[in-house]
């Protein structure tokens, strides 16, 4: 089993970890653990190239976290690092407007070359990768551990109080080529 990089308690790099930890799942041949000199050269490379978007950018993604835009800049720079994937904006593409029935079909999606990079918004904003969609459960991991969400407690359309609130804007699956 891979297990997900550590973020620790740094809660404003949750989307350039679920970024690489989506990366590292789907390309276990090419990045190892934090050792690995590999996936450090690439977290390196990953660094500076935030900060070639602005001066002290990366500050500012450490103590203010990541919006979609930054997200999807993190896997285009992985592109250009040479490792080949599709993604695809879930939200866009299930018409499903139940919760059961949309990560139901969502779960279609996932196969072994597949991962889906989610952001929630509520209870905080927090971007994670799931793995694994069973007829109840959300199976997701970031900062080092694999958790787990009843489908019963999340929120796509935002109808609901006290629940897990993806935004469907913020929902990516990842496919290996």
Same mark, same amino acid.
């Given at each position: ?14 989307? *350039?970890? /679920? ?6 799942? *789907?390309?276990?041949?090419? *990045?190892?653990?934090?050792? #690995? ?8 490379? $990953?660094? =500076?190239?935030? &900060? +070639? ?5 990366? /500050?500012? $993604?450490?103590? &203010?976290?990541?919006? %979609? ?5 993190? $896997? !285009? ?14 939200? &866009? ?10 990560? *139901? ?5 996932? !196969?072994?070359? /597949?991962? @889906? @990079? ?11 990768? @799931?793995?694994?969609? +069973? ?7 970031? +900062? +080092? ?7 019963? !407690?999340?929120?796509?359309?935002? =109808?609901?109080? #006290? #629940?897990?609130?993806?935004? %469907?804007? !913020?929902?990516?699956?990842?496919? %290996? $080529?």
């Amino acid at each position: 089993m891979i297990l997900p990089l550590k973020q620790n308690q740094l809660d404003g790099l949750c989307g *350039l970890m /679920s970024a690489v930890n989506a990366l590292r799942f *789907l390309f276990p041949d090419c *990045l190892g653990d934090e050792e #690995d000199p590999r996936t450090q050269e690439l977290v390196s490379k $990953l660094v =500076d190239f935030i &900060n +070639s978007k602005q001066f002290d950018a990366f /500050s500012y $993604l450490w103590k &203010n976290g990541c919006e %979609r835009d930054s997200v999807l800049s993190f $896997l !285009d720079f992985f592109k250009s690092e040479g490792f080949y994937f599709e993604v695809y904006n879930l939200g &866009n593409r299930i018409k499903k407007t139940d919760e059961e029935g949309f990560w *139901l079909e969502a779960r279609e999606w996932l !196969d072994e070359q /597949s991962i @889906i @990079i989610a952001g929630f918004c509520d209870p905080d904003p927090h971007w994670t990768c @799931i793995k694994h969609i +069973s007829q109840n459960t959300l199976y997701h991991f970031d +900062s +080092s551990v694999y958790v787990w969400t009843s489908i019963s !407690d999340t929120d796509t359309i935002h =109808d609901k109080d #006290d #629940d897990w609130f993806f935004n %469907r804007k !913020d929902i990516f699956l990842i496919r %290996r $080529l």
